[in-house]
């Protein structure tokens, strides 16, 4: 029976160092983005983006949004949802154009930006959204890997929009 234990030990042991020696060979930064057309303006997109308040009513998986207190560096925020509690800020904000958020706890295992890029387009507005990602964890890095991706997010994100989009701006 102890042999047994020292095996699986030896086993689950060899596992864990292989799979941190294989995170540590993958970059700890990337990039991803994706680029989306609506027929909202974009006043109407840049509102909804940066009206956190109202991100439960339209976002999927984000049930509750805190906005904490100023601190003068920008707007923060928790976002509470499926997947636990994320703090974010704004970094930058520029109407209608542009929208710069940050994962702003340092305590996550990930962190980076979203850069949200708005063209007028016509009557409507090309979206671009750009996650410029950074895994700290290395055996994270590996389950990003094997198990999901950055465009992931970003792909339920601008679906999520389309709601925006058909109403051409908030109610």
Known sequence: MIKWMLIAAAIVAVLGVTLTAA?????????ASRTRSYAAPPPALFEAISDVRRYAEWRTGVTQVDILPDDGKGL?????????????????LDPPRRVVARIADPKLPFGGTWTYDLQASGTGTSLTITEDGEVSNPIVRVMQRLFFSPLDTIDQYLADLNSIDRGKGQS
Do not use: A, I, M
């Open 23 to 31: 995170g540590y060979l993958l970059p700890r930064t990337h990039t």
């Open 76 to 92: 923060r925020f928790r976002e509470h949802g499926r997947n636990g509690s994320v703090l974010f800020r704004f970094e930058s």
